[in-house]
């Protein structure tokens, strides 16, 4: 009797404090950000969807998660291949690309504007190489498409390191025969890696995709270091009337807003890219 | 060497090279000072990294005491999801009990959502409770991001170490918390330091709740993301730098553990 018990009381202080700071709040913030002055109603969000920069935070979000998503994809198996042909030194160059893991969006933003502001290192390489006059600016108001770059590439460099782990430690479980099979039956490099390595990695692409999803959705210091409010995304906005309008009421409607749409696309990633029980290694 | 490999291996310097300049690029933004910062054109080496620009480094006052709070909430952190999550862990290794696979599924499903925004109905119940604007109250809120991680981690761990070993103790007359301090907790202790570490650095990058849930004592993010429209770029430079630093050593002690951990903790 005692012992059947045990199990519960381990697991008990884990719950109650999941439910203290991560239950509780979350229905606190949805109930926050339907009591709009004194009644309960769409107010906050009312107020949220009509002001300016709502419209370009949802554009901005999206195009961001939309970019940058399938590139760490892309580049983290890419390294992951090239990992696997890499005969000496793969220690060494593994530690190097997993660099990024432990570095915020804030510090890879302040990294970048050392590299893109207008007295910069790119500038400097620009004009050594004689292709611009002088210091220029590329993170303005007037110059949306640099700036949306230098946010993909920076948002490249930081988080596709943790693609990459997901990724290596998937291909570490493959076993080696699927692949010889293959090159028995006389396929290419490029078949082996479409028809074989990528549907065994199914279940950790799955769960790349998906923190990479949320936690994209909900990057902001990386945008606000590298542009200010000149490229206002979600998060940003709900810190933005959280911190100088004091607003609590739109900053949880944009929570929820933010919270939905992460829901929504790990609920897709689940369903699209399930393994069937028979395929599973 | 063929040419097909002499390019295959350039490719590879040439990511490493994409990790690591970049870092390099900002340390130097952040020892050289005012005088680096505003130089046109800049030089890619440090010029004269005399005493002085280093010490201007270290007089940069606010990100120093702000790193000071970083560190104790993430030891808070650290301690907290440790001493929750290893104990739900072992629970998920080692017993088959109703409602395992419920919680399992609780836990993962925190992955589905944004944790840091949690913090805004936070710092209304902070506020009542005395918890605001204290490291304690933030380290609360990063533990609730870190602890699901930490439970997967240490269940597999423990999972990972045969359960023979245990009941060889308990038939030598060890009770069964005497049977894990003594026998599972060493064997599992690599993994745990890692799982710590780990929690650690969550805590450490953390900038949404951080800085909603503090005024004066800030965290070095949320102090950082807060002076960033009015402190000059060498101060900006400095803190980000000093952000990065401990990340690259902790990636470097954990990273045996790195993939064994996020590969069993995502099936």
């Given at each position: 009797m005692r012992s059947r018990l045990i199990p519960y009381l381990l697991l008990l202080p884990s719950l109650l404090f999941l439910t203290a700071l991560f239950f509780v709040p979350l229905v606190q913030t949805v109930a926050l950000a339907f009591?709009?002055?004194?009644?309960?109603?769409?107010a906050n969000f009312t107020r949220m969807a009509n002001d300016l920069n709502f419209r370009d935070a949802v554009v901005n979000t999206f195009s961001i998660v939309l970019v940058v998503v399938p590139l760490q994809l892309a580049i983290a198996l890419g390294m992951a291949m090239m990992l696997r042909h890499l005969k000496r030194g793969r220690d060494v160059v593994l530690w190097i690309w997993s660099i990024p893991l432990g570095i915020s969006d804030l510090a890879a933003g302040l990294v970048w504007l050392a590299i893109l502001t207008d007295q910069g290192y790119l500038n400097t390489l620009l004009f050594n190489l004689g292709l611009i006059a002088g210091p220029e600016s590329w993170l303005t108001y007037e110059t949306p498409t640099a700036l949306f770059v230098a946010i993909i590439v920076a948002e490249a460099w930081r988080a596709t390191a943790i693609v990459l782990v997901i990724i290596v430690a998937g291909v570490q479980l493959l076993p080696r025969e699927y692949g010889e099979a293959a090159d028995v039956f006389g396929a290419t490099p490029w078949q082996r890696f479409t028809r074989i390595t990528l549907p065994l990695l199914k279940p950790s692409i799955q769960t790349a995709l998906i923190l990479r999803t949320v936690l994209a959705f909900e990057m902001f210091a990386l945008v606000i270091s590298l542009g200010g409010r000149n490229f206002p995304v979600l998060v940003s906005e709900a810190y933005q009337w959280q911190y100088?309008?004091?607003d609590t009421g739109v900053a949880a409607a944009y929570a929820v807003v933010v919270m939905l749409i992460s829901l929504a696309a790990t609920l897709i990633y689940l369903r699209v890219l399930r393994t069937p029980r028979e395929q599973m290694l | 060497m063929t040419v097909r490999r002499g390019i295959f291996l350039s490719g590879v310097a040439m990511l490493c090279a994409w990790t690591l300049v970049p870092i390099w690029l900002v340390a130097l933004g952040a020892v050289g000072g005012r005088d680096v910062v505003n130089a046109?054109?800049?030089?890619?080496?440090?010029g004269s990294t005399s005493l002085a620009t280093l010490r201007a480094f270290l007089d940069v006052q606010g990100v120093w005491s702000a790193t000071l709070v970083s560190v104790e909430v993430a030891v808070l952190c650290m301690a907290f999801s440790l001493l929750l999550g290893a104990p739900a862990g072992y629970a998920l290794a080692r017993y088959n009990f109703r409602g395992a696979t419920t919680y399992r599924l609780l836990i993962l499903l925190?992955?589905?959502?944004?944790?840091?925004?949690?913090?805004l109905p936070l710092a209304i119940t902070f506020i009542r409770l005395d918890l605001y604007d204290r490291p304690l109250g933030v380290a609360l809120i990063h533990t609730a991001l870190a602890l699901p991680f930490a439970v997967l981690v240490s269940a597999s761990l423990f999972q990972a170490i045969p359960r023979e070993f245990e009941e060889a103790a308990w038939v030598f007359g060890c009770s069964r918390l005497r049977a894990f301090l003594r026998v599972v907790l060493p064997l599992a202790l690599p993994g745990i330091a890692a799982t710590a570490i780990f929690a650690f650095v969550i805590s450490w990058n953390e900038v949404f709740a951080a800085a909603v849930l503090t005024v004066r004592h800030r965290t070095l993010t949320a102090y950082l993301l807060t002076v960033l429209a009015e402190s000059p770029l060498h101060v900006q430079f400095a803190g980000g730098f000093v952000l990065i630093v401990p990340s690259v050593v902790f990636i470097f002690l954990v990273r045996k553990h790195l993939f064994a951990m996020w590969g069993i903790a995502n099936r």
């Open positions: 009591h709009g002055g004194d009644s309960f109603g769409l100088v309008n004091q | 046109w054109p800049k030089t890619f080496f440090p925190t992955r589905a959502f944004p944790v840091g925004i949690l913090a």
